[in-house]
């Protein structure tokens, strides 16, 4: 049976199942591949040539910046790998198209160490404001997980999913699973961080047991990335932040704080659990600002007398 429908469905279970893709990139690709089947001018995978698909391509482009372009080409081209692996088709179509363009590089966003200064301190502020004990709950949580976002440069997703039996408060060591389920140990050296993360592991010991997460609700249950995005707009309201702060902010602003204190760019990869030193050295980008202050105030021509 030839029906693109069909073959995407089993597909996908393909992924779930066997790849063990996670939630996010299973979304995307149901996304995508959904978009194409119902865009495409026919349903029988055997009648889908390089033809059909560059024409798809060509109205990609038209509507879609280049980066969500290339992410939705690469759901096909591993949608037509998958089907040439299964010998569903003879030869993949994508073997005759050739897909080059130039992606704009888009610098990553930081938070200046003084923004993030101010937002923690409004942070401690309101621990000692708060009247109630369900709302310093909330507060040592709150600050237990902008300190740890900070400190270990972690994905949203990654912090969420942080299982209780991974941190250990004692030696400062949390476990990761990143992206295709790779692991990676960040250290947490700081004592305020520590301490505030022994703070909030105690008020919320039994929800943490209840769920598993590290990071819990008050009901019991794992903490969602729309919680600590709503967090984080409290707060920067609260402190008058005009800039708009979003958990990713804190993984960029880790990453290029430590390359400009001259970091080894191979330890920050590992720390940010990057396949690529590729994928690394766009903070390098980030981080000319230090070169700008290093030539503006250290280069010789200025005391020249000419």
């Known amino acids: ?128 404001s708060v009247e109630t004990s369900y709302q310093r709950k909330n507060v040592l949580r709150d600050i237990a997980v902008t300190e740890a976002l900070f400190a270990t ?43 505030a993360l022994e703070s909030y592991h105690r008020a919320f010991a039994e929800n943490i047991r209840k769920c598993g997460y590290f990071f819990a609700t008050q009901k019991g249950r794992e903490l969602s990335d729309q919680s600590v995005r709503r967090m984080l707009n409290k707060y920067t309201a609260l402190a008058a932040i005009e800039q708009h702060i979003t958990p990713h902010m804190f993984r960029h602003t880790f990453a290029t704080s430590l390359l400009e204190a001259d970091v080894d760019i191979r330890y920050i990869q590992e720390m940010l659990g990057h396949s690529s030193i590729h994928i690394t050295e766009i903070y390098t980008h980030v981080a000319m600002s230090k070169q700008r202050n290093i030539l503006a105030t250290k280069h010789p021509r200025k005391n020249l007398r000419i």
């Open 1 to 128: 049976m030839n029906n693109l429908q069909t073959h995407i469905q089993n597909y996908m279970e393909y992924c779930r199942n066997q790849k063990r893709l996670d939630r996010k990139t299973l979304k995307a690709y149901q996304i995508d591949l959904t978009q194409f089947q119902s865009q495409i001018a026919s349903s029988d995978i055997s009648e889908i040539g390089s033809d059909m698909l560059e024409a798809f391509i060509r109205s990609l482009h038209q509507r879609y910046q280049p980066k969500t372009v290339k992410r939705k080409i690469a759901s096909l081209k591993a949608l037509f790998h998958y089907l040439e692996y299964k010998d569903i088709i003879d030869r993949n179509p994508f073997n005759k198209i050739q897909v080059r363009f130039r992606e704009p590089v888009i610098l990553p966003k930081t938070i200046p160490l003084h923004t993030v200064e101010t937002l923690l301190s409004a942070l401690y502020r309101q621990l000692e």
């Open 153 to 195: 440069g972690m994905r949203i997703s990654e912090l969420c999913s942080l299982r209780a039996c991974d941190v250990d408060l004692n030696d400062g060591n949390i476990l990761i699973y990143g992206k295709g389920s790779k692991e990676r140990r960040i250290q947490i050296e700081n004592p305020d961080v520590i301490n």
